[in-house]
């Protein structure tokens, strides 16, 4: 009897021991994040913001998150297909455009309207409340870790200054999504819309005549070469900006232990909202010291010339508003009211 205890009692040890062993090795097993982006290493998305946040993940999560960092498209693909990417697992997680798929999301692409941006950081701030506020049944089908947006876009040409609002007529201008395109045209352009890794070899080869983009990106794409004049809309609001978000596959988030998707979230949302736009707004003068030392004429358009702007460009703001339904007023007051909440 003493012995079949004993044997009993090694037995019940053993089990305990490999089940403890089992939770142990469950806790220690390291979870691989691949993100995946379309810009190259030297941009503020993948040095500044990708770069970092990566270390810091990995550092909180005691080394059991590990990130591997894919630009430039090095996963495969074209950057208007990284939101299905990450949707269907091919990516963990992205940085993409909602914009480069037109009607996909629309209650975001609010954002993109004629003059709804103040800075990068007060809007990036705006758009992630918005979201949470009013937009959470766009992304039903993808991990929302944060949105944030660039500065305000700048007009870039290659040999005709844009100094009035009648000088964009019939040039033709790379734009990033619908919105700014149309804008674009209601100021008598015409918009070519493309990715913007392809502009480089478009301004090279005469298929657009310039480009509206912030310039935080002008380092990377060298565009203060490849373009020789630069026109900025001052005021409380710019022109046009673009919504960016980092999305993560909803499985992959849902199969992290808890405190693992403890440090995830804690690495997302509005407090990183504010840090990527703090990032973009600093890097925009590096960009424009650029264009200046390589002699390129910068002009800030004349109040006038911006209200001209404001005037032809509503109809696109009246026609986001109409599309929405009954809902489209009340979604556009609130992106207002939000952007004036954090540019105060």
């Known amino acids: 009897m003493l012995k079949i205890c004993f044997k009993a009692a090694l037995a019940g040890a053993a089990l305990a021991g490999a089940l403890a062993a089992g939770a142990a090795q469950s806790m220690a097993q390291d979870v691989t994040l691949r993100v995946h982006h379309f810009l190259p ?132 201008l790379r734009a990033p999504n619908r919105e700014i395109g149309g804008a674009l045209g209601e100021l008598g352009a015409s918009p070519v819309f493309m990715p913007v890794p392809a502009l480089p070899e478009a301004l090279s080869k005469g298929v657009v005549d310039g480009a509206v983009i912030p310039w935080e990106i002008v380092p990377a794409l060298k565009l203060y070469q490849l373009t020789k004049h630069h026109a900025e ?69 004349p109040e006038a010339e911006v209200a001209i702007i404001r005037e032809k460009t509503q109809p696109i703001t009246d026609a986001w508003i109409a599309s929405m339904g009954d809902n489209g007023k009340a979604l556009y007051d609130a992106a207002n009211a939000l952007l004036d909440k954090y540019a105060e």
């Open 233 to 301: 809309t001052p005021g409380p609001r710019g022109m046009y900006t673009a919504v960016f978000v980092f999305a993560m596959n909803k499985a992959k988030y849902d199969s992290l232990p808890d405190d693992l998707k403890k440090v995830i979230d804690d690495n997302s949302g509005l407090a990183m909202a504010r840090w990527t736009g703090e990032l973009w707004d600093a890097a925009e003068e590096p960009g424009r010291k650029l264009a200046a030392d390589a002699g390129n004429t910068i002009v800030e358009l």
């Open 41 to 172: 290493p030297p941009s503020t998305t993948h040095a500044k913001v990708f770069v970092p946040w990566a270390e810091k993940v990995e550092k909180e999560s005691g080394g059991r998150i590990k990130v591997e960092l894919y630009p430039s498209m090095q996963l495969g693909g074209k950057p208007p297909q990284l939101l299905d990417q990450v949707r269907d697992g091919l990516a963990d997680i992205v940085w993409a455009l909602p914009g480069y798929t037109p009607g996909r999301y629309p209650k975001m692409s609010v954002f993109e309207l004629p003059f709804m941006v103040s800075t990068a950081t007060a809007t990036s701030q705006a758009i992630q409340e918005y979201y949470e506020q009013n937009a959470t049944d766009e992304w039903q089908d993808v991990k929302v870790l944060w949105f944030h947006t660039h500065a305000r876009g700048v007009i870039h040409t290659i040999s005709k200054p844009v100094e009035k609002a009648a000088d964009v007529a019939g040039l033709k």
